[in-house]
């Protein structure tokens, strides 16, 4: 079958998956997670099923980003759910997936997404930054929270926990997966592609430049607790060892995205992830019409307009971001769906 032929009949298997399961309300609720030493505390947004049918409202009001309709802070439906917590971008924030979130709370998932700190977009300072190593952490402690939070506790099935990142949010995912970051491999990349996007930004960063940072970012930063991920267009693939990429035993979702939005490159990111892990491992996407922003939400009319005004450079993130985009994330979804309830 061509690659195209076997995306559609994965497509048709996973729409049969999602028509299977039971349908519910999305509701959604502030999550506020406190840091013991006050350095990182995490913010962001759970949503879980719900009976309730209202009163409805907005997940967000933006004037360039569509919100999707949710009952605040309803009462949850009775448990327990599979958990997915959803890492965003470099400087995106916990609103970039709500497309996604609310739509896995209507099948029967809680799902977490938090603001990391020093890389989203309300929280840029460099020292947070270059404490990359965080980001996972950061995760861990979502799980950790969701588990054991007379809140959520009773909500969560600790057994079907997963994991979902975008951009660098994937490249959280792949080191939640067992992937250690190798700086001497980096390196070497730069050296001989130096123009190569994750280069420059890590460089930017200060990324693992003294040895005590090095040994933070070259640490263990697996959860075992994760049974599968899902990796939306990565960057930084050859910042991990060879070795670690090969060890992956938990099984991926990768998407990749051919269309060049982002500057990254598929054949040293979401390509590459591919070829380094071990067959079967990874289940790969690659749709010819996906672009890197296609992972974030659809923009109002006006959208591109109004950043190109505002934020000029940004309007891209709203290229075809209408029905175009909408029809990929029913696809993303499905896809997710579909892969998560098999592991």
């Not at 009949?9 to 609720?29: C, H, K, L, W």
């Not at 013991?36 to 980003?65: C, H, I, K, N, Q």
């Not at 307009?305 to 993130?317: Q, V």
């Amino acid at each position: 079958m061509t690659r195209i032929s076997c995306i559609v009949a994965s497509v048709f298997v996973a729409i049969a998956t999602i028509a299977r399961a039971q349908s519910y309300e999305p509701a959604m609720a502030d999550l506020k997670i406190t840091d013991a030493g006050g350095e990182r505390d995490l913010s962001g947004f759970v949503w879980y099923p719900t009976e309730a049918t209202g009163p409805l409202t907005y997940d967000f009001e933006s004037e360039v980003w569509v919100g999707t309709q949710i009952v605040r802070d309803a009462k949850p439906s009775e448990g327990p759910f599979p958990l997915v917590v959803l890492s965003h971008g470099m400087y995106g924030n916990a609103y970039n997936q709500a497309w996604l979130a609310s739509a896995l709370a209507r099948k029967g998932y809680v799902v977490a997404a938090i603001n990391h700190p020093g890389t989203s977009t309300w929280s840029r300072d460099p020292d947070l930054t270059r404490q990359l190593w965080e980001r996972p952490k950061d995760v861990s402690r979502v799980i950790d929270h969701a588990v054991t939070s007379p809140k959520f506790a009773e909500l969560i099935d600790a057994e079907r926990i997963y994991m979902a990142g975008h951009s660098l949010g994937g490249f959280t995912a792949v080191a939640l997966a067992g992937a250690r970051y190798d700086a001497a491999r980096l390196n070497r990349f730069c050296d001989e592609i130096p123009d190569e996007l994750a280069c420059s930004i890590l460089a930017d960063w200060k990324i693992a430049q003294t040895d005590e940072d090095r040994a933070q970012m070259e640490a263990d930063l697996s959860d075992p607790r994760i049974a599968a991920f899902a990796v939306f267009d990565l960057g930084g693939t050859q910042s991990f060892s060879e070795d670690s990429l090969a060890q992956i035993e938990k099984p991926l979702l990768v998407f990749g995205a051919p269309i060049m939005s982002s500057g990254l490159t598929l054949d040293i990111e979401s390509r590459a992830l591919l070829r380094a892990v071990s067959p079967g491992v990874a289940k790969y996407i690659e749709l010819e019409t996906l672009s890197h922003f296609d992972f974030l939400g659809l923009c109002k009319p006006g959208g591109f307009e109004l950043l190109a005004k505002e934020e000029p450079g940004d309007e891209i993130i709203c290229m075809d971001a209408g029905p175009l985009r909408e029809e990929k994330h029913q696809m993303i979804i499905a896809e997710v769906l579909s892969f998560f309830s098999q592991h």
